[in-house]
């Protein structure tokens, strides 16, 4: 099942392009993962996705139906957002924000329900942040509280993850911990799309990545095929090896050389 197909898409801030004629698509059980320089548009990207902002040309369509015919309760339904942690001065505690993610099953004069508390806690117990429930989201550290975005969306329960450079602030062993998260729901029939500055992560993680350089899309498609040496050099305007790790695994290493601008 496809659950977000965009055909010829234009993003951009105050009707300026930034990435044109982007094609991407979602399907369930699968992981697709951004790769591009910074400000190159990934979370813009995002953000026209979860129809924050709208395209300036091409489709977007969440499963079945056009975005633009979608009200907002349906988009949360239908796809769960994980913004960077650094962009949520929230004052609320991490249990609030993580009830949060169920508002948008709920009716809009309801409350949430005991089973709402319920998913909400098992989505902390499961991120292994269950003690951190009763603290003030602004007094936690960038880490603890990516963490809790990350229980918000899946208390959210919708079948499409976006994820916004999810294990920037973590440590070895939650980012880690994410990673075996992010497999996990793929397995269990969620699509998910991330963006990482990890390519190795990428590699790992992903079903099919999508590199944006400036302008729109350099490539896309399996790991293996598209994540080449070549096309991680013309990616980040540096020179890149990609070497195979005894046990299989790919490492990217930027070899020693500044780029230079022209
Ligand atoms: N609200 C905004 N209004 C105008 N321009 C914006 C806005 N937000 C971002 N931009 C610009 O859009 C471009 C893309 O930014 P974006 O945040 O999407 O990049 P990114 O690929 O996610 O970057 P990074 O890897 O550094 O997080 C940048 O040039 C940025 O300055």
Do not use: W
């Not at 079945?64 to 609320?92: N, S, W």
């Not at 998910?192 to 350099?218: M, R």
């Amino acid at each position: 099942m496809t659950l977000i197909e965009a055909r010829g898409l234009a993003i951009g801030h105050g009707g300026q392009p930034i990435l044109k004629g982007v094609d991407l698509s979602l399907r369930a059980g699968k992981v697709l993962c951004l790769l591009g320089p910074n400000g190159v548009g990934k979370t813009t990207l995002f953000r026209t996705l979860l129809g924050l902002i709208p395209a300036l040309s091409g489709t977007l369509a969440l499963g079945e139906e056009p975005i633009t015919r979608l009200p907002r309760h349906r988009i949360a339904a239908h796809l769960a957002y994980v913004p960077q942690a650094q962009d949520l001065p929230f004052a609320y505690v991490a249990q609030d924000i993580v009830l949060m993610g169920r508002s948008a099953a709920l009716g809009p004069y309801s409350s949430p329900s005991a089973q709402d508390v319920q998913l909400a806690q098992a989505a902390m117990q499961r991120l292994g942040i269950a003690h951190l429930g009763a603290r003030d989201m602004t007094r936690l550290s960038g880490g603890q509280r990516q963490m809790v975005l990350i229980a918000r969306a899946l208390a959210q329960g919708a079948p499409a993850i976006v994820m916004d450079e999810p294990t920037a602030s973590l440590d070895l062993a939650n980012r880690r911990r994410i990673g075996d998260l992010i497999r996990v729901l793929a397995g269990e029939g969620k699509g998910i799309i991330l963006s990482t500055h990890d390519p190795d992560q990428a590699a790992e993680l992903a079903d099919e990545v999508l590199l944006l350089g400036p302008g729109g899309v350099l490539a896309s498609g399996p790991v293996q095929q598209t994540m080449t040496a070549s096309a991680l050099s013309t990616l980040y305007g540096t020179p890149i090896r990609r070497e195979t790790l005894s046990e299989g695994a790919i490492h990217f290493r930027a070899l020693p050389g500044l780029p230079s601008d022209d």
